[in-house]
């Protein structure tokens, strides 16, 4: 396994893929294959697929009480999330290639993380055109996050994870 991460970074992880609805809240609780403070939601190469994280991402927050970094936590998902649906899930070599958007929480931390088929890393950190529409997404991660970076999954695929601090603002 390999990791690469911004500057600060120090942790990685992978959400598993499984077959269950994606509405299904803590699924991996019904499956009993996870703990408290894990959720994840598979994710398709579709433009809804954005929204449906913010929607997810939001919901799991609130169920956890985590409000005051809800803000934070739907835009980094959104961001991470965007970033697999353009560009990495188009270039999956799998037919209907799937993401996954894992949440997991412990009592000083968030970590939000997407899993997706293709091994290319993210592109890295900079200051885009001022006059372009895109590529702004890594540095409002960076910004809104204590630390991110991204982890290359044997045979193929990435995680690329951030986490935000939840204490003491939870």
Same mark, same amino acid.
Request: glycine residues 4%.
């Given at each position: 396994m390999h990791t690469e991460s911004a500057p600060r970074s120090t942790h990685t992880g992978s959400p598993e893929r499984?077959?269950?609805?994606?509405?299904?809240?803590d699924w991996g609780l019904q499956l009993r294959i996870s703990a408290p403070g894990f959720t994840?939601?598979?994710l398709t190469c579709r433009p809804?697929?954005?929204a449906q994280a913010r929607s997810f991402t939001r919901r799991a927050l609130r169920r956890w009480h985590l409000g005051a970094v809800s803000d934070d936590a739907v835009t980094?998902?959104?961001? !991470?999330?965007g970033n697999a649906v353009r560009h990495a899930l188009p270039h999956a070599s799998t037919p209907d290639p799937v993401a996954w958007l894992g949440l997991i929480r412990n009592p000083a931390h968030l970590v939000c993380a997407v899993t997706d088929p293709v091994p290319a890393p993210p592109a890295h950190v900079c200051l885009p055109d001022p !006059?372009?529409?895109t590529g702004r997404g890594l540095s409002v991660v960076n910004a809104l996050t204590h630390t991110w970076g991204w982890t290359r999954l044997s045979?193929?695929?990435k995680t690329?994870?951030?986490?935000?601090l939840t204490w003491p603002h939870a």
């Open positions: 499984v077959s269950v609805p994606p509405e299904i809240a994840a939601r598979r809804e697929s954005v980094v998902a959104s961001e !991470l999330v !006059l372009t529409d045979p193929t695929g690329v994870w951030a986490v935000l």
